[in-house]
DNA sequence: CCGCCGCCCTGCTTGC
DNA sequence: TGCAAGCAGGGCGGCG
């Protein structure tokens, strides 16, 4: 599922190759998947635009438009945005198409169709409640902390929310606290200094080397060029329940469940 | 503000 | 072997 590396490497993919061109029109097959502004249809409201540049902000794909406004996507689990070109095989769950000048266009699919394409007017908050970007100068030890202070929330829950750090999701949240030593069921507030700061180098250092292997492909990820990452060669916890500890060997991965999301943890090295 | 629950959806896994 | 139930999960709205 697209987390923050996986939706920085589609960015990065699609910045590359769409920018500068302009979208002629959109084919909207799915109608829940597209949100339009108010009183107007998506289609009719995106033909024409100029694409002046693709960012990420948290689990979102930006993408600008030269009027002001911004296609805003929202991949969930099974979402894909993929730039292909016309009559090139597509995925069968491909919901909506923005046609691209040219022979080129972008597709939007998602098996679950649990993910949305949202139009947004210039200025307009989209994002108001998101968190820190935790690749940013402002996620520092110090921010962290003052997140978890008071909180009896299970520590892992709490990365998971996105209203303090945008981005993490629950793989990457699960090796982080890994490599912090950290078990995911300990209420924050009951963090010592030294883990908060292990635990916030813990969370730049997996979402970097993440992005450096180009995201983890454990079921339907590919970047926009429609090819899987390798971060999943590389996962110490996510998944191997069973498995011997990568760290400490004798210990077995365990997964547990926390906030009803699956959660896997070294019983022995991390505390 | 906080925490928790249920819903959305489909494909894969599990169990009889 | 075949089928149905259960499970997975990010974001959001609703509730207390």
């Given at each position: 599922?697209?987390?923050?590396?996986?939706?920085?490497?589609?960015?990065?993919?699609?910045?590359?190759?769409?920018?500068?061109?302009?979208?002629?029109?959109?084919?909207?097959?799915?109608?829940?998947?597209?949100?339009?502004?108010?009183?107007?249809?998506?289609?009719?409201?995106?033909?024409?635009?100029?694409?002046?540049?693709?960012?990420?902000?948290?689990?979102?794909?930006?993408?600008?438009?030269?009027?002001?406004?911004?296609?805003?996507?929202?991949?969930?689990?099974?979402?894909?945005?993929?730039?292909?070109?016309?009559?090139?095989?597509?995925?069968?769950?491909?919901?909506?198409?923005?046609?691209?000048?040219?022979?080129?266009?972008?597709?939007?699919?998602?098996?679950?169709?649990?993910?949305?394409?949202?139009?947004?007017?210039?200025?307009?908050?989209?994002?108001?409640?998101?968190g820190v970007?935790p690749?940013?100068?402002d996620f520092t030890p110090q921010a962290l902390a003052g997140m978890l202070a008071e909180r009896t929330t299970p520590i892992k829950v709490l990365l998971l929310d996105q209203r303090r750090i945008?981005?993490i999701?629950?793989?990457?949240a699960?090796?982080a606290l890994?490599?912090a030593?950290i078990r995911p069921s300990r209420p924050a507030r009951a963090l010592t200094k030294p883990a908060v700061t292990r635990l916030h180098g813990a969370i730049?250092?997996?979402?970097?080397?993440?992005?450096?292997?180009?995201?983890?492909?454990?079921?339907?990820?590919?970047?926009?060029?429609?090819?899987?990452?390798?971060?999943?060669?590389?996962?110490?916890?996510?998944?191997?329940?069973?498995?011997?500890?990568?760290?400490?060997?004798?210990?077995?991965?365990?997964?547990?469940?926390?906030?009803?999301?699956?959660?896997?943890?070294?019983?022995?090295?991390?505390?």
């Amino acid at each position: 599922m697209p987390e923050l590396p996986e939706v920085e490497t589609i960015v990065r993919g699609l910045r590359s190759r769409i920018v500068g061109t302009t979208i002629e029109g959109a084919t909207v097959r799915l109608a829940r998947m597209a949100i339009p502004p108010a009183h107007a249809s998506f289609d009719r409201a995106i033909g024409g635009e100029l694409v002046t540049g693709v960012t990420r902000r948290g689990k979102y794909v930006v993408v600008r438009l030269g009027s002001g406004r911004s296609v805003v996507t929202s991949l969930r689990m099974t979402g894909r945005l993929v730039v292909a070109r016309r009559g090139a095989p597509e995925h069968p769950a491909t919901h909506l198409v923005l046609h691209l000048a040219g022979d080129a266009e972008l597709r939007f699919s998602d098996v679950r169709t649990f993910g949305r394409m949202r139009l947004v007017e210039p200025d307009y908050a989209w994002d108001a409640l998101l968190g820190v970007e935790p690749l940013s100068a402002d996620f520092t030890p110090q921010a962290l902390a003052g997140m978890l202070a008071e909180r009896t929330t299970p520590i892992k829950v709490l990365l998971l929310d996105q209203r303090r750090i945008a981005g993490i999701g629950n793989i990457y949240a699960c090796e982080a606290l890994w490599e912090a030593r950290i078990r995911p069921s300990r209420p924050a507030r009951a963090l010592t200094k030294p883990a908060v700061t292990r635990l916030h180098g813990a969370i730049v250092d997996v979402l970097q080397r993440a992005i450096a292997s180009r995201g983890t492909s454990v079921d339907d990820y590919v970047d926009a060029e429609g090819r899987r990452g390798s971060f999943q060669n590389a996962l110490a916890v996510y998944g191997r329940a069973g498995q011997p500890c990568r760290r400490c060997v004798k210990g077995r991965i365990v997964r547990i469940l926390l906030g009803q999301r699956g959660t896997w943890w070294c019983r022995r090295c991390q505390r």
